[in-house]
């Protein structure tokens, strides 16, 4: 997978605003591309499984999805329940995330947006699974002094690329201090089969901390994995540069973990009881009306 050139960033400014209660405050950046029913369950788990008193924004950046994500992400975003950034072309991954990080930093240096101190980068084909999930992954984070947060590589090839740190973080779901990575000369998440290599690379030579989470094996989140191959593979999406790659490549993997596939089905049972039909007008009833976390169903636990 070929890489681009850099997207450009608005670096995020180097004096943390804290907000009155002390609370640490986290967004949410999510990059979106056909996958409708995906981004649909991402966003359902935060507000019913994590908690709306759990994170203080959230950005979904689509890549001109033709799929009806455009028109589901645009009610959600008239409701308040997201901010929504609209291409007209396809960015593809990497750029779509940058792009998410760099409005929010524009917000933070004119004072305009909610104060946000962490980022919190998941791919659309993740799912929450413990309302616990944000508060231990920053209890981590903020004991080691950490500029990132994620679940391991499984690949230790991977791990000799960095000097400071054992191991190299998956990019599914990154949890950011943008004051310490948000800025030159560290890159942004780039157009690249690995988006976020180059920023762990530079954050590992500047000598920043990069910390382990156990994201998948503490049962923290569900990644299906491929959600965005999968669509591109069953449209024919023969002008995606990712296509050819995409046909070899279009199975959930669940992160290897054994009982992905029960669990998905047992969440997704839940999913269509609480939205019905997946419409606009649904999701934005079933996640609008929640105002309190729910506690999953054993199977979910």
Not at 54 to 74: H, K, Y
Not at 92 to 111: D, E, F, M, N
Not at 117 to 124: I, K, N, T
Not at 154 to 172: C, G, I, K, S, W
Request: net charge neutral; glycine share 6%.
């Amino acid at each position: 997978m070929r890489a681009n050139r850099t997207p450009r960033r608005t670096t995020w400014p180097k004096v943390r605003r804290i907000a009155a209660d002390g609370r640490p405050r986290v967004a949410v950046v999510v990059a979106n591309y056909n996958t409708r029913r995906l981004i649909a369950q991402l966003i359902f788990s935060l507000y019913w499984i994590l908690g709306r008193d759990q994170f203080d924004e959230l950005v979904v950046v689509d890549n001109a999805s033709t799929d009806g994500s455009r028109q589901l992400l645009a009610a959600l975003e008239r409701a308040g329940l997201i901010h929504l950034l609209a291409n007209a072309t396809q960015r593809y991954h990497g750029p779509a995330v940058t792009q998410g990080i760099s409005w929010l930093a524009r917000g933070q240096r004119s004072g305009e947006s909610a104060v946000v101190e962490y980022v919190w980068v998941l791919d659309s084909d993740v799912i929450v699974r413990r309302r616990e999930t944000l508060r231990d992954a920053l209890a981590v984070l903020e004991r080691e002094r950490a500029a990132v947060g994620g679940q391991a590589v499984a690949d230790p090839t991977y791990d000799v690329l960095l000097r400071h740190n054992r191991e190299m973080l998956q990019p599914f779901s990154l949890l950011l201090d943008p004051r310490l990575v948000w800025r030159r000369p560290i890159p942004p998440f780039v157009e690249d089969g690995a988006p976020a290599t180059a920023l762990q690379i530079a954050a590992d030579a500047r000598g920043l901390r990069l910390v382990s989470f156990p994201f998948i094996e503490g049962r923290y989140l569900l990644h299906l994995g491929r959600g965005t191959l999968r669509t591109i593979a069953a449209a024919g999406d023969a002008a995606n540069r990712y296509y050819n790659w995409a046909l070899d490549h279009r199975d959930y993997h669940f992160a290897g973990q054994e009982t992905g596939v029960v669990w998905y089905r047992a969440f997704c049972d839940l999913f269509d009881a609480e939205v019905g039909e997946l419409s606009a007008e649904n999701l934005v009833a079933a996640v609008g009306e929640n105002t309190d976390p729910l506690r999953p169903p054993d199977v979910l636990e």
